[in-house]
């Protein structure tokens, strides 16, 4: 187990390195941040100062060291924008995420579990069938048009909900809603399945002969094997949406993570891209290491690095 | 064949009482096959051919009107059968006045293309880099498997803007972005497929008679993985419909006056706050639909190609 924890540990390393190499020459492929920062009519001397002051004068390899070794200490590096410790402005964006994220994961799991498994213990009966057409519809409807349709319904014509921002709770509701839709639709598909086949199993059967009410054969018996796998899906959901809910955010006015990387995307923030993708990657490479690790853990069944 | 203790099992339980009526064995067959899917998608093809003759303003006609250029003074006309619609405009119009049904016959001619060609590429790169990574193994297995865990460390629609900032964003770019994006899966569910198919006797015969490698990897492994590599790629047709258009909604995509539904939804933002709601409704229902079909047509095709999955 030591032996397998070190190995992914190491991989997980190599991936990040590549994924730093990868963002920090793609990033700067984009074109000169220089030009966008400098007033127009700004001569060539002055352009040639403001990227000395950047350190973008030197090479692409002095500049990638320069960067790793910084980052070494942990530091990511000043905003080019901003001018502030990209860390810090990171640290302020990352409550807006966790919010988000946090009340899209809710909705999904709270609407999501118990949908698939009344679909898997009513299997094909119209329950499960409507359960099917909405996992389906929910799989198949843009996160970002669920949220103009939810806009137009609840913010323009019924004027329930505020169109944009946040603070209150009444700003997260729409947002949440919109990213949740998908990941209740992959939860119920996910626990339905499961549970079907952990009703198909012997000590299910073994359960119901001794003469077990089907309730608690269910709820006991069924539900807590049915559920692992769909818990360690919803938590890596949760590094993802935390990381890749742009397009909600930008519509939304909601100022996350994503918005703060499409910022930093359009207006060539060389710094703040490299540390939202590194340390998006961070979280996602990590919350799956945990995850695989957790699942053994749980599941004495499963045994790594034999 | 004597079949008939089977039968009369089966008439004693009375299993083979109940033979539902004509209909209803037609109604099934075609609601649990893939007739809506295959209809829903050839619908779109045919929309997507005959655009020039089915559209109600076509690109090079005599009308003043093109999927690309309106009129000011009929902007923002709600459908035709509300109050203050035009019979001219079946669908309204949007914020430059062009007509809104004109667009989304166009539209679909952009979403099939790039949806097919982008997973013509993503399905190339991410078979090849499977095939490779399963047979081959050692450090190539390596390079690739660390290839997707990175890949899998950024959110794809996230990667897939950052591409679109790095090159000039028009249709072929977009395919390639996403082609880019999108070949993990097929990579790690076939490099998997190849890791046993590597172990059968046919292959090791292959090897004892002489054969390169390439040859075994292209005549004895790629045709017993094509099935899964087909049914991957129908599933993710409707991934990349949805991908190309949150980038044309961001304005990375296809670029605007172009009328992919993607860029449509972002011209309906602008009408949103007024309450034209004609302008982002039905560009959105169009790409569900198509996404809906896709996924039914690559779930039904999964489920037939696999009959162990047929029983379940």
Redesign the interface.
Known sequence: MQRYILTRLF??F???M??SV??FV??R??GDPVVLMADPGAKEEDLQALRKELGLDRTYVEQYVIFITKLARGDFGKSFMYRIPVFELYMQRLPASIQLAGAAMAISIILGIPLGIFAAVRVNTWLDSFCNVFG??G????S??LG??L??VFA??LQWLP?QGSGTLKHIIMPAVALGLVFTAANMRLARSAM?EVLGSEYIKLARIKGLTEGLVILKHAFKNAIIPVLTFACINFA?IM??S??VE??FAWPGI?RL??EG??SRDFPV?QAT?IL??VM??FV?LLVDLLYAYIDPRIRYGQ | MDSSPVVSAGDAFGAYASVPPFWRRVATKMLGGPMISLGILGGLVFVAVFADFLAPYPYNGTSRYTPEVGELRNKYLPPMWQARGKPQFILGTDQQGRDILTRLIYGSRISLKVAVAAVLVSGVIGTALGILSGYIGGWVDMVVM??T??W???????FA???A??VKPNEWNIVVILGVVYWTRYARVLRGEVLSLKERDYVRLAIVAGCSRLRIMWTHIMPNIANSAVVLATLQL?VVV?AE??LS??GVGVPSPQPAWGVM?ND??AG??T?S?WL??FP?LC??LV??AA??LGDWFRVWSDPQLRQ?
């Open positions: 991989y997980a190599i991936s990040l590549l994924l990868t963002i793609m990033i492929i984009t389906n519809l799989l198949a409807t843009p970002f048009w103009i349709m806009m137009l323009v014509n169109v079907l993802l990381n890749g742009v397009v930008s519509i994503g990387l499409y995307i359009s891209v993708v998006g990657g996602i490479i799956n | 660390r290839l865990d990175s899998l460390a950024l959110p794809p629609v996230t803007i950052l591409l900032a790095v409707g949805i258009a949150t909604f961001l939804l309906g933002r949103l706050m309450g709601w982002s409704v959105g790409i569900v996404v809906l996924s039914a379940l």
